[in-house]
């Protein structure tokens, strides 16, 4: 595993985005499992700078890691919604290749094996670009999930659904459950990229780094990857 600690996580944006363009340059067919979430916003946005000077992106195709359950893809706090504006707007995607688990199904657990199946059918993701929750969690795989999990619908734990309070009216409006690539699926991925910044994620990118690989901590199933590269804030990196 790659850790690289920065000042910030714009620093880790510019150097990854660098590393990405090389990818994509030499494959445009390349496919990105894409993260929520404020940790990976200076990634998408040092791309768009490779993408205004050039970089074609329009055959890269995208996996959303999760979506909330009871929430319909046109609400703008859909994941749907997030991945359009932060990520396939941004980068000129087609947005004919940018996937998002259906949240919104009559039957989500049915959308969740689809989703799952046309993971695969794509032949996989090359890079998975990951936050991590204060809980450890990855995509919502919250602490308990099965480190072999497939896409299926979670219960989201007290602490996310507070942690995630700041993008609803009031805390009762955040979704209980949601559609998550599991942490099998995750670990499918050829490479990892994972994301962290603030003090408020030191003591889970401590556990996730250096604490057992357990179910306890989702993401210290990062450990047993082969490919991993983990960009880690000052602030994040203090409990390390
Ligand atoms: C949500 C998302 C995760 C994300 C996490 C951390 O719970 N489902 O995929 O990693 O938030 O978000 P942030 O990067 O804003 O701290």
Do not use: W
């Not at 996580?9 to 499992?33: C, F, K, M, Q, S």
């Amino acid at each position: 595993m790659e850790i690289i600690i920065v000042d910030s996580l714009e620093e880790a944006g510019e150097i990854e985005a660098t590393r990405l363009a090389e990818t994509i340059d030499g494959n445009p067919a390349t496919v990105l499992g894409l993260a929520t979430g404020s940790s990976p916003l200076p990634l998408y946005q040092a791309l768009r700078r490779h993408v205004l000077s050039g970089l074609d992106m329009r055959r890269v195709s995208g996996f959303a890691l999760d979506e909330y359950v009871g929430i319909s893809a046109s609400d703008e706090r859909s994941y749907t919604a997030t991945i359009q504006r932060e990520v396939t707007g941004p980068l000129a995607l087609d947005p004919e290749l940018v996937h998002v688990p259906e949240g919104g199904a009559q039957d989500p657990q049915q959308a969740a094996v689809r989703y799952e199946a046309s993971i695969k059918s794509a032949g996989g993701i090359d890079v998975q670009i990951l936050g991590i929750g204060s809980d450890g969690h990855l995509g919502f795989n919250e602490p308990g999930s099965s480190l072999a999990s497939r896409t299926r619908i979670k219960t989201l734990s007290q602490r996310t659904r507070e942690d995630n309070a700041r993008f609803f009216a009031t805390p009762e409006e955040v979704p209980r459950h949601c559609i998550t690539q599991g942490l099998g699926t995750i670990m499918d991925a050829r490479h990892l990229l994972l994301f962290a910044g603030g003090r408020a994620k030191a003591a889970a990118i401590a556990a996730a780094l250096e604490g057992p690989v357990s179910s306890r901590c989702p993401a210290s199933v990062i450990q047993m990857h082969p490919s991993a590269t983990v960009y880690v804030d000052t602030a994040a990196a203090t409990e390390l």
